[in-house]
């Protein structure tokens, strides 16, 4: 029963989750792509159902200046995030999303641990996007007259068995979706354009409630200047409506390219992209903006607050207000199946971006390439922020908007960096001034509503974690991926071979004399089982950055100061000279001996070393990367130390 389990939860371990449709789905390479507009309504499951609360968490933050701190966050969204995720897409095309990009700027550990970082507001971003599209949708079923009377006031029941069954989905297998994406988004939008249409001729044919709007704003504040400045101090708190620009570049993979597209240039997947990213852009503005006049005019300022019956569900209110409740109740399906879809996007987002970075890192172990484990991590995290926040939108919106901002302050700084770079400096300066905005609106963000810096802060430290756990842990597998000699190395090798298993002297890579070598023989010959008038070669390795996990190994061969050497490339020296010892067994056919002297200096130490460095007592660790990699003993490398 237990092994049955164990392989139910593990099957499909190499690389499944790459088949997952979302924002990091890689497609297969006999996939052609589908038109930028389909791939688009996947994306706007995501951007397009935040309509569903917006409205409302934008008149609860700016009450009557609602509209005009839209306007600010419509600027931002036309002039800011949509500048630099065009970028993005430039310079990431095939759905890396701006945290390679940032990856790419710094080198070793520091690399490594700022995606770590990103990775942590990533998954607020994406785990937030859960909780909160299905606690919305919790508060359309409770709202909704047909709706049984024992679901009144079980908002927390009702988001979690959304939740299980968002699971259950993905625990039994989800397929590939756009299609389903393009008839929800279709509908969705139809409906909500026919909704802000009836409340467009509500507030034309009666010119007073525009009126005791203007009113309240001028009663309110002094100046019209005032109203600007309190619109531009509150829509920090609006961030969220630019939530999908991230998962927008990231299902780049799915957009279908030009005849002429190469990897190293898909100029016409790129081209598809920022269509993508401009339309989506321009159609969500014109939303926001009428969304926001008609809630903000028609609503009274009460039904927002928590427990009202506008309260995360404001265009809902107004479409069982003006266009009764059978068209109400279809609008409250269309918005519950679009907020549930949102949430299984950024599942699936979540099920590919763990596997994309962590298991190439070596910060996770091998159960991460399986879908269902890692779902059920997510489930459980997911259950307790919806416990925590007690399936409030309200309380979710600022733990949202945090992950969001993070990510495009990390956008807007990838995209100036890459600007300058390339000697733009009008292009460097229009960036940086974007990355200045979104670093404000992230810090007011932040002082305002601080969960979701603490959300991200849990989320940060158990990837942490669990990350350098993982790298521990797994720090003595073999880690090469392939072992390439070039012809001299061969030629080395062969002939060595004539003579009989091959006899390696591990040696420090420094230019060494005449003298040193001759001296290193000697003390080999002398303290170890060497045998007499034996051919050796010596055997060196070069730690080219020990942050890494995996490599491809290329040894290099020469003859210099009388000896024979073979010369190579790894992330670390033990586990990079046991795979040149089992490639060396694989091509003589003979199993092959390795000599090294012992080490000076603390154990603790050297391990350190090892884990941080790349080097320490190389050894024993080779050793144990050997045992690990070939049970059996007869065909296992020979390890001496003297």
Known sequence: MRARCRGWLLEGLSERTARHPGPHRTPHQVHEGHRWWRVMCLTGVDYFSTLGYQPGIAALAAGALSPLATLVLIALTLFGALPVYRRVARESPHGEGSIAMLERLLSWWSGKILVLVLLGFAAT????????????????????????????????????????????????GFQEAIGIAVVLVATYLALNVVVLAVCAYQVLTHPVRIEDWTHLMTAEHSSPLAMVGVA?????????????FETGVAVMPQIKGGAQDTYENPAGRIRGARKLLTTAALIMSCLLLLSSLATTILIPEKDFKTGGPANGRALAYLAHQYLGEIFGT??????????????????????????????????????????RPLVLVFLVAAVLITLWFHASVDAQSGAYATGVLVLMLSAAFASTVAVHRRGHRAATLGFGTITAVFAYTLVANV???????KIASIFIVLIMLTSFGSRVHRAFELRATDVVFDEAALRIVDEAA?????????????????????????????????????????????????????????????????????RADGPTVPNTIAAVLLALRDRTGKVPHVYFNWTEGNPIGHLLQFLVFGNGEAAPVTREVLRRAEPDPERRPWVHVG
């Open 447 to 453: 002082i305002e509503r601080p969960d979701g810096i």
């Open 125 to 172: 971003d994406f785990m937030i996007t859960i909780t909160l599209s299905s606690a919305d949708a919790a508060a359309h079923v409770m709202e909704n007259p047909f709706a049984p009377h024992w679901t009144q006031g079980e908002g927390v029941w009702i988001t979690l068995v959304l939740l299980g069954l968002l699971g259950a989905v993905f625990l039994k």
């Open 330 to 371: 279809v609008y409250d399906l269309s918005t519950i199946t679009i907020l549930w879809f949102a949430g299984a996007s950024a599942m699936a987002g979540l099920l590919n971006l763990v596997p994309r970075y962590l298991p190439r890192y070596g910060m996770a172990p091998e159960w991460t390439r399986a879908v």
């Open 232 to 244: 531009l101090l509150v829509f920090p708190k609006l961030a969220l409506g630019m939530s999908g």
């Open 498 to 566: 004539e003579h009989g298993p091959l006899q390696l002297i591990a040696n420090e890579p420094q230019e060494h004399s005449r003298r040193e070598y001759r001296e290193k023989e000697r003390e080999q010959r002398q303290h170890t089982r060497l045998p007499k008038g034996a051919s050796v070669v010596f055997l060196e390795v070069f730690v080219r950055d020990s942050s890494d996990f995996t490599a491809e190994i290329t040894v290099h061969g020469d003859e210099k100061h009388g000896v024979r050497r073979l």
